[in-house]
């Protein structure tokens, strides 16, 4: 049986909630099942050494340009949410605890509230209207999200992303490949498509490169 598309996403992520529109129908056209996997982004940074996009300053004054433009060009509706960055905790172990067509729907909701103009997801509270609003047990899934499994299964996920080599989201893996970004969906519907991927040995050329110049403060720093 073929592979399913792993999406790992955090709703706090503007580019995974562009690769979100997109990726259900890419998965379908290919005949692959869409497996949506939550992870916390603030981790993955951690894990990573990296600071998130919103934390450094240009970053910050580019990344909603871009967001704006690539909605656009997606016939998609996008506005800042009334808070950012922020908490994304509760409405990613609330969304965990659904499966299939349940999950997607909340999925949706929930990008929409942060991106399309909605209340946020800054609180509990939030979470829970926007759910109960897309037709679910909001202040249930909410409350749910406390349990010590939820919490685990979430933290779970996160690790074993980070395992995998995740270090960003959307980050889409199938067949072993990873496919990081919107701008790589491209790749994904060409690799999906049957493509040729990158030759045998590529990887290890890179890697063993051995540096010419080493910049101060980097994990590749000896001094």
């Not at 049986?1 to 290919?30: E, K, N, T």
């Not at 908490?87 to 929930?110: F, Y």
């Not at 399309?116 to 997801?121: F, H, K, R, T, V």
Request: net charge neutral; hydrophobic share 45%.
């Amino acid at each position: 049986m073929a592979d399913g598309v792993r999406f790992y996403f955090d709703f706090i992520s503007p580019y995974a909630w562009l690769a979100w529109a997109r990726i259900g129908p890419l998965a379908a056209r290919h005949e692959r099942r869409l497996i949506p996997v939550p992870v916390l982004f603030a981790a993955l940074l951690d894990a990573h050494g990296q600071l998130g996009p919103a934390e450094i300053p240009a970053k910050r004054r580019y990344v909603f340009r871009d967001v704006w433009r690539k909605a656009r060009r997606l016939g998609l509706d996008v506005s800042p949410p009334p808070a950012h960055p922020f908490n994304p905790l509760a409405a990613l172990r609330a969304v965990i605890q659904l499966e299939g067509e349940a999950q997607r729907a909340a999925i949706g909701a929930c990008f929409e509230a942060v991106w399309g103009g909605g209340p946020g997801l800054a609180e509990p509270e939030a979470v829970a209207g926007v759910l109960s609003a897309a037709g679910f047990d909001g202040p249930g899934l909410v409350a749910g999200g406390r349990d010590p499994s939820v919490k685990a299964r979430l933290k779970q996920c996160t690790a074993d992303a980070i395992a995998d080599g995740i270090f960003g989201v959307p980050s889409m893996v199938v067949d072993g490949e990873l496919f990081w970004g919107t701008d790589s969906l491209v790749d994904l519907d060409a690799h999906l498509g049957g493509a040729a991927g990158p030759p045998p040995g590529l990887d290890r050329a890179w890697l063993d490169l051995k540096p010419a110049a080493v910049r101060p403060g980097s994990r590749r720093s000896t001094s």
